[in-house]
Each structure stands twice: as C-alpha cells, then as structure tokens.
C-alpha cells in the first residue's frame, strides 16, 4: 500500500529522521498560513501516489505566502499528469508545504526487502535527485548495498560505512549514520515493503535532511498496523483496481491490451497473458480470482472485466483445485446476463467439476467458445482475433 | 525412494477450519498416512472419526510420531506454526497459508536454517508423490499420474496445468514439489534441482519459474554444474509491466535479472529446454525423452 509524502514525512519524524518543517493544507487559505507560519521560502508539493510529480508542475518553489497560495490554488482540484499516471491522471487533495532547503549535495538512500539474500538490504547511491532504475543500469557502480540481519538488524558500523561511502562531510558523518540506522527501524518496524529517500540532501550548512519521502506498506502486514491502513487513499488508485482491492481480487490494469484474462491463480494468469500474446493480442488486464473463489467474487471479477472499455474478448482459464468449475461458471453466467455483455468468451476448464462447468456454460446461451487447455485457448483465441471474423455475435 | 515426501510420511495437519479441514479430506482420500490433527479446543475428538486432535504440536508428534507437517492456519498466524512445528522436529514443514508477512518469514527463514527442518512454501500448492499416494498439500490427486518426470515449480495452478500437459502426452510424475511464489520461502529451486538430481525415481524435471528475483538464474548455475537429466522450464510473466506485483509478491520484476527474457537465457545457456510458451512444456518433454 502507497501512503502520500506527507504522512512518509510525519512516520520518518516520529522515529527521529530530520525532516523539513512543513504542513498539510487542503485549500489555498490554508496553504498560505502554513507559509506564514513557516516564514521565507517555501516548497508546494502535490501529494500524489506517483513520481515525477517536479517534471509535471506538482513541485513549485514560493517565495512568499501569496505565492504559496497561489501555487496551491493551481494545483488543487486538479489531476496532476506524470510518466507514473495513465494520461487521467490523479486528483491532488493535498498539497505539503515545506520550508525550502538550501541543497549543497544531492544523495539517494532506500531500503528494499531482497528476497534472493532474504533480508532488508540498505541501497545507497552518491546520484541522487536522479531515476535511480537508470542509476543501476547505467552506472551500477555508484549503487552501494549493505544487507542488514534478520536478527542484528543494521549493525551501527554498517550505517556509518554507508555514510562513508556517500561522501558526506565530516559535519554530517554522525546525523547521517543515525538517519541511515532509523529509517532501518523504520522499515522493519512498520512492515514497509519500500522506504526511499530521494533526494537525502547535504545543506549548505553542513547537516543532513530527508528531502523527500516515500513509504510502501506491506498489504499483507497491515493487520497489525491499524494507524498505517487508515492511511488508505482510495482515490490515488485505479477505479478498477479500487474495486477488485475491495472484493480481495488481484488485479492489474494493463495498457494496451484487448483481451480480458480471468485466472485462478498467479502463475497461471501470467502464463495466460503469455499465450495471449502469443495469439496475438495483448492482455487488457491481470485477474487472479484466488483459490477458494465464491460466486460473488467471481460475479464481480466479471463486472469489473467488462467495465474495462478496453476489453474487446474475454478469456478464462480456470484450473480447479480449491475452487469449484460450477460454482465459477454459475458466476460468469449471471454477471453475463446480468451486464448484458455481448463480448465473446473463450473458456478452458479444469479441475474439480469441471464438467458441470462447462455444462452451465454451454446451455447458457451466452457466446461462449470451450478450449481443452492452454495451448487450445491459444489456438482459439487466434482463430477469434483474426481479422476476418470476429466469431458469432462477436460486435458490440 | 522418493522425494521429501512418500511411503514413510506420517503427516501432521495444523489449522484444521474450513479450508484446513477440505483440504486434510482430500490428502486422506488420496491415501496419505495423517496421524495427528492440531487445532485448538479440540482435544480428545478426532478429525473424520479417525485421526486424534491436538492442541499443541509437541503432544501431537509425541503421541504420533508424526514427521511431517502441514500449515493452513491464518497468515498472521503462520509464522507461529512454523516455528512450532520445528521445535517439534519434524522433518519437513510445509506451509500452504498464502499471504504471511515478509518480516516474519525473514526471521522464520534464519531460524529454520539453524535447525534440522527443511520448510517448503508459504504460499504454495505443496508435494505430491503418485506412486506412494503420499499427498502434503493442495495439489489435486485426480489429476497425476505416477511416473518419472520430478515437478517443481514456483506456481500453484500453473503446476497443475503442467502435470495436466504431461499426463496427455503419456508422461507420469515422481514427485511434484511447489516451492510458492512469496519473495521469502523456504526450499528453493536449488535444494529440489539437487533432490531430483540424486531420486532414483526421476529421469527429468520439468521446472517453472516466474518472473522477478535471481533464484532461477541461480537453479540454471546449479543447473550447469550437478545436474545431468534433462530439464524443461518455463518461465510465466514474460508479457508482464515491469514495477507491478502480478498477484504473487515475488513476481514484481525489479532489474533486468527479474525479467522472464533474463531467466530464460541463462536456462538456455545451462543447457535447460526452455519453452518459449508455457503450453508446449509437456509437448516439449516428450521431445526431449524421445
């Protein structure tokens, strides 16, 4: 789970990590007074669930309360548009303002759980304020990692080797190996899946400050993080996404693609997007319905396939092993109906009942095409995106 | 001899509600050995009339001599079984329990390593050994058949379509192990690479893998140096956005290596079958055995 800057930013005080001064504001009144407050120049930051924001005119630089406002006034309300977003973009309903810093070195620090080394790994680069996905495939050398214990944790002498490597001033040695030792506290302590500091800033001055803050919250660990779920901000996600998180479906919109796939399981989804493809279309979406599917799960894993304007065909693959065939056509069968969609179906089932299933499906009426398996999925799903027909009833 | 999991399985079930209690039916139909149930509160009765509940692990394995375990308890539990059911020194833990935080199985990771337990999972289908009728897990018994071609695989019903594919082309399995598809999980590739290698029962593996992580370049390593029978791969999630969690948390590709392109060069150089399309694996294992 994605929480905005500003809360990253009060997590990251509250276990001791310098932070600019700063507020949250909701309206332009309120962005002002936060100014007034903060006094000299401030930073307005649109608070998104998306990077980029500074390239797309969510990050502005005031240099007066008025400024603020005004800043603040152009951003909220809007959907801000960054190479994170799908071209809609995502509303802005907070903006942080921030006491600006005077920056003599830009540096990146991050903490990621490896999963091949099985532990938290610190990741440290002398590049920062830069895409750090192009740090690591350009220059791999100015990335430093140090893996912490699953009992240790982050030994002191590892943060103050880290601190080393980044070059920072003899000034700021100590701050930013105690920083670097917190924000380990802070990721084990709150279950992050991500914490990224980019840009950890060296001032002019001499001392260290985390610039900008972003945390993942492991969904599988929220249970025990009541304060942090509420964090939730349901409208940085994708309507679509939104609707499947709530019915407990892994869903995945993807660009580009017209065939909608509806999969029990992770890795049998995956490889029906790579048959898809091989067909020769691109899938519209990841669907896992899990393994102990209920009717209405499925029901609404169908709705939000059709809901997909995108989706020109539907192909479902179900390989039964917890989940019962019938119980998952029954499903298909009334949110067909129920939808009133017209949109052709290609469906392999197996497993447990799968007869049944394919019986529900076949005296449905509904335009319904049975494969035996992958490689026969495939091969109809290719016979159907031809452009010479588009199969019985297959316009909409 | 048999993989992990055979005639000498005495099997222990944790976390026995409804799935637990479906699932420990369906082992018991296919032929698996269970001697102890644990759950709480159920002291003195007995799972289906026949198998004797307990509230601790310990009791269980003392009263039973249970070797092998097997988790369904809720994911914020699942850690806890873990650990208990090592200190009871079974042989082989699997957990089937699917979404277990990843900072409990970094320390569940470190303390299994010190002990004599091999874990198997979170978030996996489990082992099944045909010719034993030995099942540990969720992986359906109708649907193998026993043979000689060893499974092992990161995926739960992609596992299933692969035994599927080569049930059709004739081909029967030794043993089919699920390792799971969590980020942090016990038994990898590597250990079951190894296991197959030594099985006398195994003539060919069938391995599939997904995208995200080393752990497949580090099989294809393994792979080049002890294994001599033949492998098919495959590798799912080659179509999908890089950044993305593809339901399972492992199969976020982050870095080239996680790509399924990565995976499937470094198989290939291995000298593994890769298949380019994860519906010609059992089509491809017929090839290669001729």
Same mark, same amino acid.
């Given at each position: 789970?994605?929480?905005?800057?500003?809360?990253?930013?009060?997590?990251?005080?509250?276990?001791?990590?310098?932070?600019?001064?700063?507020?949250?504001?909701?309206?332009? #009144?309120?962005?002002?007074?936060?100014?007034?407050?903060?006094?000299?120049?401030?930073?307005?930051?649109?608070?998104?669930?998306?990077? +980029?924001?500074?390239?797309?005119?969510?990050?502005?630089?005031?240099?007066?309360?008025?400024?603020?406002?005004?800043?603040?006034?152009?951003?909220?309300?809007?959907?801000?548009?960054?190479?994170?977003?799908?071209?809609?973009?995502?509303?802005?309903?907070?903006?942080?303002?921030?006491?600006?810093?005077?920056?003599?070195?830009?540096?990146?620090? !991050?903490?990621?759980?490896?999963?091949?080394?099985?532990?938290?790994?610190?990741?440290?680069?002398?590049?920062?304020?830069?895409?750090?996905?192009?740090?690591?495939?350009?220059?791999?050398?100015?990335?430093?990692?140090?893996?912490? %214990?699953?009992?240790?944790?982050? !030994?002191?002498?590892?943060?103050?080797?880290?601190?080393?490597?980044?070059?920072?001033?003899?000034?700021?040695?100590?701050?930013?190996?105690?920083?670097?030792?917190?924000?380990?506290?802070?990721?084990?302590?709150?279950?992050?899946?991500?914490?990224?500091?980019?840009?950890?800033?060296?001032?002019?001055?001499?001392?260290?400050?985390?610039?900008?803050?972003?945390?993942?919250?492991?969904?599988?660990?929220?249970?025990?993080?009541?304060?942090?779920?509420?964090?939730?901000?349901?409208?940085?996600?994708?309507?679509?996404?939104?609707?499947?998180? +709530? !019915?407990?479906?892994?869903?995945?919109?993807?660009?580009?693609?017209?065939?909608?796939?509806?999969?029990?399981?992770?890795?049998?989804?995956?490889?029906?997007? %790579?048959?898809?493809?091989?067909? +020769?279309?691109?899938?519209?979406?990841?669907?896992?319905?899990?393994?102990?599917?209920?009717?209405?799960?499925?029901?609404?894993?169908?709705?939000?396939?059709? !809901?997909?304007?995108?989706?020109?065909?539907?192909?479902?693959?179900?390989?039964?092993?917890?989940?019962?065939?019938?119980?998952?056509?029954?499903?298909?069968?009334?949110?067909?109906?129920?939808?009133?969609?017209?949109?052709?179906?290609?469906?392999?089932?197996?497993?447990?009942?799968?007869?049944?299933?394919?019986?529900?499906?076949?005296?449905?009426?509904?335009?319904?095409?049975?494969?035996?398996?992958?490689?026969?999925? #495939?091969?109809?799903?290719?016979?159907?995106?031809?452009?010479?027909?588009?199969?019985?009833?297959?316009?909409? | 001899?048999?993989?992990?999991?055979?005639?000498?399985?005495?099997?222990?079930?944790?976390?026995?509600?409804?799935?637990?209690?479906?699932?420990?039916?369906?082992?018991?139909?296919?032929?698996?050995?269970?001697?102890?149930?644990?759950?709480?509160?159920?002291?003195?009765?007995?799972?289906?009339?026949?198998?004797?509940?307990?509230?601790?692990?310990?009791?269980?394995?003392?009263?039973?001599?249970?070797?092998?375990?097997?988790?369904?308890?809720?994911?914020?539990?699942?850690?806890?079984?873990?650990?208990?059911?090592?200190?009871?020194?079974?042989?082989?833990?699997?957990?089937?329990?699917?979404?277990?935080?990843?900072?409990?199985?970094?320390?569940?990771?470190?303390?299994?390593?010190?002990?004599?337990?091999?874990?198997?999972?979170?978030?996996?289908?489990?082992?099944?050994?045909?010719?034993?009728?030995?099942?540990?897990?969720?992986?359906?018994?109708?649907?193998?058949?026993?043979?000689?071609?060893?499974?092992?695989?990161?995926?739960?019903?992609?596992?299933?379509?692969?035994?599927?594919?080569?049930?059709?082309?004739?081909?029967?399995?030794?043993?089919?192990?699920?390792?799971?598809?969590?980020?942090?999980?016990?038994?990898?590739?590597?250990?079951?690479?190894?296991?197959?290698?030594?099985?006398?029962?195994?003539?060919?593996?069938?391995?599939?893998?997904?995208?995200?992580?080393?752990?497949?370049?580090?099989?294809?390593?393994?792979?080049?140096?002890?294994?001599?029978?033949?492998?098919?791969?495959?590798?799912?999630?080659?179509?999908?956005?890089?950044?993305?969690?593809?339901?399972?948390?492992?199969?976020?590709?982050?870095?080239?290596?996680?790509?399924?392109?990565?995976?499937?060069?470094?198989?290939?150089?291995?000298?593994?079958?890769?298949?380019?399309?994860?519906?010609?694996?059992?089509?491809?294992?017929?090839?290669?055995?001729?």
């Amino acid at each position: 789970m994605n929480i905005h800057e500003y809360q990253a930013r009060e997590i990251l005080e509250r276990f001791g990590l310098p932070v600019p001064k700063a507020g949250v504001a909701s309206t332009p #009144a309120e962005a002002r007074a936060v100014a007034e407050k903060l006094g000299g120049r401030v930073v307005v930051k649109a608070q998104v669930h998306a990077g +980029g924001r500074g390239k797309a005119g969510g990050v502005k630089l005031a240099s007066s309360p008025e400024e603020a406002e005004q800043f603040a006034a152009a951003m909220l309300g809007t959907n801000l548009v960054t190479h994170q977003t799908g071209p809609q973009g995502v509303p802005v309903r907070k903006v942080m303002v921030a006491e600006a810093t005077d920056i003599a070195d830009e540096l990146y620090l !991050s903490i990621i759980v490896d999963g091949d080394l099985g532990v938290p790994v610190v990741i440290a680069s002398t590049e920062g304020g830069m895409d750090i996905e192009e740090v690591a495939d350009k220059t791999p050398e100015k990335l430093f990692r140090v893996a912490g %214990d699953p009992l240790i944790g982050l !030994s002191p002498y590892h943060a103050r080797d880290i601190a080393a490597a980044l070059g920072v001033p003899a000034s700021a040695q100590r701050a930013t190996a105690a920083l670097i030792s917190n924000l380990y506290r802070v990721f084990v302590e709150n279950d992050c899946s991500l914490v990224e500091i980019n840009p950890l800033v060296i001032t002019r001055d001499g001392g260290v400050i985390a610039l900008d803050a972003k945390i993942n919250i492991e969904d599988d660990a929220l249970f025990r993080h009541k304060d942090l779920a509420a964090l939730y901000d349901p409208e940085q996600e994708d309507e679509l996404e939104r609707r499947a998180r +709530g !019915s407990d479906l892994a869903y995945v919109k993807l660009d580009g693609g017209r065939v909608g796939c509806m999969v029990n399981g992770a890795g049998l989804a995956m490889a029906t997007m %790579d048959i898809t493809k091989w067909a +020769g279309a691109n899938p519209a979406n990841f669907l896992d319905i899990g393994g102990s599917a209920e009717q209405e799960r499925i029901e609404e894993a169908f709705r939000i396939i059709v !809901s997909d304007s995108d989706v020109e065909i539907i192909l479902v693959n179900l390989f039964a092993g917890i989940a019962r065939s019938d119980v998952v056509a029954q499903g298909i069968v009334n949110a067909a109906r129920e939808t009133g969609t017209s949109l052709p179906m290609v469906v392999a089932m197996r497993g447990t009942n799968a007869e049944e299933g394919r019986k529900i499906l076949s005296e449905s009426g509904l335009d319904i095409t049975a494969a035996l398996d992958l490689a026969g999925a #495939a091969e109809v799903l290719r016979d159907k995106l031809a452009p010479a027909g588009h199969g019985k009833g297959g316009s909409r | 001899m048999s993989v992990l999991v055979g005639p000498e399985t005495r099997l222990l079930v944790q976390g026995l509600g409804r799935d637990g209690s479906f699932q420990a039916s369906r082992m018991r139909e296919y032929g698996t050995n269970m001697v102890a149930a644990v759950h709480p509160n159920r002291d003195g009765q007995k799972f289906e009339d026949a198998v004797p509940y307990f509230s601790s692990v310990t009791e269980a394995v003392k009263e039973t001599k249970a070797n092998t375990g097997v988790i369904f308890v809720p994911a914020p539990f699942a850690a806890d079984a873990i650990i208990e059911q090592v200190d009871a020194g079974l042989d082989l833990v699997v957990c089937i329990s699917e979404g277990v935080p990843v900072q409990d199985m970094i320390k569940v990771n470190a303390y299994v390593k010190g002990s004599k337990s091999r874990l198997v999972g979170p978030n996996c289908p489990g082992l099944i050994h045909p010719a034993s009728r030995a099942k540990v897990g969720i992986i359906p018994g109708s649907i193998v058949v026993p043979g000689r071609v060893g499974v092992v695989s990161r995926s739960g019903t992609l596992t299933y379509e692969a035994i599927a594919q080569l049930v059709q082309v004739g081909l029967g399995q030794s043993t089919c192990v699920g390792i799971g598809g969590d980020p942090i999980h016990g038994t990898t590739f590597t250990d079951v690479l190894a296991l197959f290698q030594d099985d006398g029962e195994t003539d060919a593996i069938v391995m599939i893998g997904e995208i995200g992580g080393v752990r497949e370049q580090l099989a294809a390593e393994f792979i080049q140096r002890h294994v001599t029978k033949p492998v098919v791969a495959a590798i799912a999630g080659q179509t999908a956005p890089p950044g993305k969690r593809m339901g399972h948390a492992g199969a976020i590709i982050t870095g080239k290596a996680g790509l399924a392109s990565e995976k499937n060069r470094a198989l290939a150089e291995a000298g593994v079958h890769v298949v380019e399309s994860p519906a010609y694996i059992g089509a491809r294992m017929k090839e290669v055995l001729g």
